[in-house]
């Protein structure tokens, strides 16, 4: 079956850095998505990655294996801002999204 | 970037009547769109999906005959909410794929408040 697991909570400092974990199994793969989602508010989009590696955009990073069925979002210099639910998706070969339940990241001062 | 728009925001309305929801992409052909709800502090559920021209594919365990699907144009896709009931108060929010096919866009979203 297709399955995405990640974190249910991390908890960090303000001006500290966060890793949040994505595995996912599909039945084939178009890409990895992060996406942003404040309480009460839709989705906002973060990274897509289909090669491996490391794709950096300003203090948000993500990381792709392909291999091992494994991604990460990378927060650094965090702001009270970022506290957020952050969404793992994997686009299967029909190009449809299978998400994670997402992982709330609380952000203390 | 791309946008896509959803309205209303936010709409109150009596059981029993019925609430269509717009989702728009402005700057971009949208092939494929979804729809989906959630409620607080509860994962997106995909309720259906929509390709332009064709009829609504529904996850399992949603009504098509209560979620009314429209998919006329390449940059609008409507959900019609049939005879709502309170249990259908939540944040329904699209998302739509342009011809690229690789990335997707969310709407704002709309709260649905039936009392």
């Known amino acids: 079956g297709q399955n995405i697991d990640q974190p249910t909570e991390m908890t960090a400092t303000e001006g500290a850095i966060v890793q949040i974990n994505c595995t996912y199994q599909?039945?084939?793969?178009?890409?990895l998505f992060w996406y942003q989602q404040h309480a009460g508010e839709a989705p906002t989009f973060l990274s897509y990655n289909v090669l491996d590696g490391l794709e950096e955009k300003g203090r948000f990073s993500s990381f792709l294996s392909r291999s091992k069925g494994y991604s990460y979002l990378l927060l650094k210099e965090l702001q009270m801002k970022d506290s957020a639910s952050y969404l793992c998706a994997a686009m299967d070969s029909n190009y449809q999204l299978i998400w994670g339940a997402g992982t709330k990241l609380i952000i203390k001062p | 970037g791309a946008v896509v728009s959803q309205h209303p925001s936010w709409v109150i309305c009596k059981s029993g009547t019925s609430v269509k929801i717009e989702c728009r992409s402005l700057?971009?052909?949208?092939?494929?769109m979804f729809w989906y709800r959630q409620f607080p502090k509860q994962s997106l559920m995909l309720m259906a999906t929509?390709?332009?021209?064709?009829?609504?594919?529904?996850e399992q365990g949603v009504e098509k005959d209560k979620f009314l699907i429209n998919h006329a144009s390449l940059t609008l896709s409507t959900l019609t909410v049939t005879s709502a009931h309170p249990e259908d108060s939540s944040f329904y929010i699209c998302?739509?794929?342009?011809?690229?096919?690789?990335?997707?866009?969310f709407g704002e979203g709309s709260w649905l408040t039936v009392v």
């Open positions: 700057d971009f052909q949208a092939t494929t």
């Open positions: 599909t039945s084939g793969f178009n890409g």
């Open positions: 998302s739509a794929r342009g011809l690229a096919g690789n990335t997707i866009y």
């Open positions: 929509s390709n332009e021209g064709s009829k609504a594919t529904y």
